[in-house]
């Protein structure tokens, strides 16, 4: 049988990276689509307790069996896993291709890579792309020869399935990538400004907006690799313990 | 000067789990409040950037500097760092105390540990507390006696300026509770069930539902230690690298 694969992303059903996306997963088994039905960028690992969720089946990509949801990209891979396929063994789980950089920190604010690492809590390998590029017209190709030889290549060797790789690809014709490389993760923070401004009524609000910086200096990190011409490939995982401290807290085993 | 220390939640301002937490951290210093004007469990790590935010000044507290936020947990971490607080230094960042358990997985949908993961991304040592009882009325006087000394040895010792501890207390009276554990995050997930039904005009919609389940058996986990009536403390990090995937991942280097 081939693999099943379920493509998601956080820009919504309607943006042109899934549809780059899909057709690199149609060339390695069957495709199920679930996405939200509305932009959930920044909507991080949260999840709809509160309201109930909707999903329709639409008819977007042709063959390609396809469902909007109505909640965050972590709803849509529940949704697909516990509504849809049930007891099938979800193959690959592959998020994007989203419309700017997840690399560094960004991963934990990503609803592209949180549908990643929902995948990887649910036991299934996966994998976000992004390109940098924010534009809703980008050019995908370089990402999709590289997301389509990255999947090519889990798909053959296999992956730990408690894994997650965060794929990050230059905004560079292909011609000019130097290739990929495994790294870790940079340290970088956003330096956040809150924009002032008060509404027709009168009431103060403020809207955020901010600038990546990072500090972090390492050759071995996504940051250096994307600015270096190489697609950043950080395998990541959803197990937060910061080992290398446990020793030196100690201190509080009371 | 006193240590300057924020808290948090993600229960929402008029949660009686933030009363308890403010209650044990003015003995320590100079406490600033800014917590959602609402519930904001499961928001995991989302932020607010399609929305304009509103930050109120509330009188709620006596004699504590508190804001109530219309934005996520993270949100108003970032409000309080960059729109409150600006140059002068957060010694620590304390969040919750929440109404129900955020071990093992559960630190990666909480609202709660990410405002904490947050104020680490920014260098800021945080503390996550939760309460193993969802109930509105839960008796948090056990889970004050050991946030107060965690509290205490923390800033009396430090921490990793990058480091969250993510602490959890079990539902028992104080006297029953046997001492404190620094534990790993259990490997376990949510065996999710979506209750389907239809709306009074005849949709379909779906509301999660589901049940914990952990097989991890560890006796080094935070489920082992909350079920063996220790609290339990996972010093964690917003650092995602698979560290030790990363040779097993070099054919992916092209």
Redesign the interface.
């Known amino acids: 049988m081939k693999p099943l694969i379920l493509v998601t992303n956080d820009d919504g059903i309607g943006a042109s990276g899934i549809r780059a996306l899909i057709e690199v997963a149609q060339q390695f088994g069957e495709v199920l689509v679930v996405a939200p039905d509305s932009?959930q960028?920044?909507?991080?690992?949260?999840?709809?307790?509160?309201h109930?969720?909707?999903?329709y089946k639409v008819n977007i990509f042709e063959g390609i069996d396809s469902y909007e949801c109505s909640g965050?990209p972590?709803?849509c891979v529940?949704?697909a896993?516990?509504?849809l396929v049930k007891d099938r063994k979800i193959d690959l789980c592959i998020s994007g291709i989203n419309h700017g950089s997840n690399s560094s920190?960004n991963?934990?604010?990503s609803g592209t890579m949180?549908a990643a690492?929902e995948a990887s809590?649910?036991?299934i390998p996966s994998i976000g792309f992004s390109l940098l590029d924010y534009h809703m017209g980008a050019d995908f190709s370089a990402a999709k020869h590289?997301a389509t030889?990255?999947i090519k290549?889990?798909l053959e060797?296999g992956?730990?399935n408690?894994?997650l790789?965060n794929v990050n690809i230059p905004k560079l014709p292909l011609s000019e990538i130097k290739?990929?490389?495994?790294c870790?993760?940079a340290?970088g923070?956003w330096a956040?400004?809150?924009i002032p401004?008060t509404?027709p009524t009168g009431?103060?609000?403020?809207?955020?907006s901010g600038k990546f910086t990072c500090a972090d200096a390492g050759e071995d990190t996504d940051i250096w690799a994307l600015e270096n011409g190489y697609?950043s490939?950080?395998?990541?995982?959803?197990?937060?313990?910061?080992?290398a401290?446990?020793p030196?807290?100690?201190?509080?085993?009371?």
Chains 1, 2 share one sequence.
């Open positions: 932009p960028s920044g909507q991080g690992h949260a999840i709809t307790l509160e109930p969720l909707r999903l965050t972590v709803d529940k949704m896993k516990h509504v920190i991963i934990i604010y949180s690492m809590i649910e036991k590289y030889e990255i290549l889990v060797r992956m730990q408690t894994l790789l290739g990929s490389r495994i870790r993760q340290e923070h956040e400004e809150f401004n509404d009431r103060p609000y403020y809207w955020l697609v490939i950080v395998p990541s995982m959803h197990d937060l313990t910061a080992y401290a446990i030196m807290m100690k201190y509080l085993d009371l």
